[in-house]
Every structure is written in structure tokens, then in C-alpha cells.
């Protein structure tokens, strides 16, 4: 009776990991190999201590990005001083487990310190901070982030295809606001002299389908690629609030980026659930979502140039849509909140060995 019970005992644990049929189940980096698309997460620091964040990061993804850790006002709070610290944790812990580092983001008119908004400076002294900034981070992390968020969020929400009213546009501005892009240009050309190994990718909000946005978008690229301007890539957000995605036209503004022979990254996808008081989604709700994460995924893994999929956290327990939405909305993860895999999180595995799949079957 009692090697029964201790051979029970000890099979909960195997079947529970997936050996009960012989058979691991893979993890999302795992069914990732092979697709050419890499699989990954936005990652804060302070968590990094809990084991169970740590085990499911670093199981289950094979890139990692700083969420908030390389944001001027964590890495540059004062004028003379850098605080590479928190952002230094992230990219040991990627090293130590194999994984590629995202750098996110080097000028964006959110999240600056007060020194920097409130310093009254020129154009011509906010052109040598920021060349100093980009500069001296791009520098610091050389060789260990491959690719960086230069530009983030230039363009406007209420004026459709037109760059956005900031401090380094025309707030003053560093010197170049009259010449549309030609601000964003001098960003990637700093960074460029900084790591001309690092990709360079502008980073952009909503510009995930065919919109005014992602039309001017488009023709800053093209610019820019035409007179051979340092940019090698484009993030979409897709940050996802109302449960629908327009999937045909993310597809075909995948295909018209990458045939500028620029890389599309997912960057910061999440989909979120209205929850109620105790913050827990309609189980309905989490199917639709599994969904938005099948076909996005798909999408990005039938086309060649879009090369990484990337969630704005992993495990609902720490996610910014709670604040975001003022607790309205939430759930938008892979993992719950306890660290459980989602049907989300099912689906974009699938679509990751369905890929697989067709590689091997020559597809
Ligand atoms: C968010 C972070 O997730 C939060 O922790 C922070 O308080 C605010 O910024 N677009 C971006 C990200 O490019 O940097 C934002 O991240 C979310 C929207």
C-alpha cells in the first residue's frame, strides 16, 4: 500500500509537467525554433526575484525587453548621471538564459524627467543632450541589445498623419521641426554611430492596420530607406482594447513594410478583457482572446520579414492595462494570474507548431 501511494504521489508531479503520455510538452521558445520568429516579453526588474516569474520567463521565451527600465526617467534621472541598474538585471538575466535583449526607447515625449521637460532648454542644447543620451546608452549596452525602439510614438492620434507636437519636435524641438521626419532621421543616425551592428526600428501606436498613420509611417520608411538612412525595422504595438482585430489589413501593412526590406516586430501586444470587481474576464471572452492571439501570430509568422512576436508581460498579475483602464479591463496575458497558462497562450502555441509543422512538411 504505501509504494502505491508513493508512486502516485510521485506521478502527479511528471504527468502535470506533460510526461504522463511520454511526451514533454514544448514551451513557446521551444515550438518557436525553426520559424524564424522570435518569442518574447516585456519584463520589469523587480520581479525578477519571484521564482515562478522567473521559471515561465525564461521556459517559455527566447527574447526579452526591458518594459519601463531603459525610459529616461529611469536610466538618465539626472543630467550627469545614468542609472543602468534595473536595465542591467534584465539583460544579465537574458544572457544567463539564452535570450536576445530589445531595447525600448531611446526618444519618446512620454516618461522624461523633469530635469529634461521643465529645463527650459534650446533647440540647440536639446540636440546635445539628446545625441548624448542616445549615444551613451546605445554605447553602454553594445553588443548585448540587438535591436533598439529609436523613435517611439512620433506620429498623433488627433491629427492623422502628422508627427506629434513634442519637446524634440518643436518643443523647441532639437533644430530640424521644420523638416517633417528629418528629427526622427538624426535619431537613428546618432544611434547608428553609437552600435552599427544594432537593428534600428521605429516603434509606433495604433499604425498596425492600413490607416492614415501607417501611411505616413510607410512613406518615412521608404524615405529613409531610399536615401539609406540606419532604420531596419518597424514595431506595431498592438496593444488590443475592444476584442476585434482587422486581421486582413495588419496582413497586408505586414506586407507592404517588410517589401520596403525593413523588419516588422509585434512589440507590445496584449489584448484586453473587461473584468469585473475581482479583476476576472467573462470565460467566453478569454476564447475570442486565444483567437486575437492565433491570427496575429499567424499573420506575422506567413510573412518572412516579421520576426518576432512580443507580449507587454506575461502573467496578468503584472500588467499595465489594469491602470491603464482603471481597472475596467485586464486579463490580457498569456499566463493568469497564478502563473496558469491561458487558452491564449495555447493558441499562439499552436500557431507556433503549426509553423513548424508546414517548415518540415516544406510549406
Ligand atoms: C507603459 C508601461 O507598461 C507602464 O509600466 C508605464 O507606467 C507606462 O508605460 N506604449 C509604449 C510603452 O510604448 O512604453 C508603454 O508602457 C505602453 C504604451
New binding site residues.
Given amino acids: 500500500m504505501k509504494w502505491r501511494a508513493l508512486i502516485f504521489l510521485l506521478a502527479i508531479p511528471a504527468f502535470c509537467l506533460g510526461f504522463g503520455d511520454g511526451v514533454r510538452e514544448q514551451s513557446l521558445r521551444e515550438a518557436a525554433q525553426a520559424s524564424g520568429m522570435l518569442v518574447s516579453t516585456?519584463v520589469?526588474p523587480a520581479q525578477l526575484s519571484e521564482a515562478a516569474y522567473a521559471s515561465t520567463l525564461a521556459r517559455e521565451f527566447d527574447m526579452l525587453e526591458p518594459?519601463?527600465a531603459l525610459?529616461w526617467e529611469v536610466v538618465h534621472p539626472q543630467p550627469q548621471s545614468f542609472d543602468f541598474s534595473p536595465a542591467d538585471q534584465i539583460v544579465d538575466f537574458a544572457s544567463r538564459h539564452g535570450m536576445k535583449v530589445r531595447g525600448?526607447?531611446l526618444v519618446?515625449h512620454?516618461?522624461n524627467p523633469k530635469w529634461l521637460t521643465e529645463g527650459k532648454f534650446t533647440s540647440g542644447e536639446l540636440a546635445q543632450i539628446l545625441e548624448k543620451h542616445i549615444k551613451t546608452v546605445v554605447g553602454h549596452y553594445q553588443g548585448k541589445i540587438f535591436a533598439w525602439?529609436v523613435v517611439?510614438?512620433a506620429y498623433d492620434e488627433l491629427h492623422p498623419g502628422e508627427l506629434r507636437s513634442t519637446i524634440w519636435r518643436d518643443q523647441p524641438g532639437i533644430g530640424l521641426a521644420a523638416s517633417g521626419s528629418s528629427y526622427i532621421e538624426r535619431c537613428f543616425r546618432w544611434a547608428h554611430e553609437a552600435d552599427p551592428q544594432a537593428l534600428l526600428f521605429y516603434?509606433e501606436?495604433e499604425a498596425e492596420i492600413m490607416n492614415p498613420k501607417s501611411d505616413a509611417i510607410y512613406a518615412m520608411v521608404r524615405d529613409f530607406r531610399q536615401r539609406g538612412v540606419p532604420i531596419d525595422g518597424v514595431g506595431f504595438?498592438m496593444?488590443i482594447a475592444n476584442l476585434h482585430a482587422d486581421v486582413a489589413s495588419i496582413s497586408g501593412n505586414i506586407d507592404r513594410f517588410t517589401a520596403l526590406g525593413v523588419q516588422v516586430h509585434i512589440?507590445?501586444m496584449d489584448v484586453a478583457l473587461p473584468v469585473d470587481d475581482h479583476g476576472n474576464p467573462r470565460p467566453e471572452d478569454l476564447q475570442l482572446q486565444a483567437d486575437i492571439y492565433r491570427q496575429i501570430a499567424t499573420a506575422c509568422l506567413s510573412h518572412p520579414g516579421c520576426t518576432a512576436i512580443q507580449t507587454?508581460?506575461f502573467t496578468d498579475k503584472y500588467?499595465?492595462i489594469g491602470?491603464?483602464s482603471k481597472q475596467t479591463q485586464g486579463a490580457a496575458l498569456l499566463f493568469d494570474r497564478d502563473y496558469r497558462a491561458k487558452p491564449a497562450y495555447q493558441a499562439l502555441r499552436n500557431a507556433l507548431e503549426a509553423r513548424k509543422q508546414s517548415l518540415v512538411d516544406g510549406r
Fill in positions: 516585456a520589469r518594459e519601463d525610459k525600448h526607447a519618446w512620454r516618461q525602439d517611439n510614438e516603434n501606436a504595438q496593444h512589440t507590445e507587454w508581460g500588467s499595465w491602470s491603464h
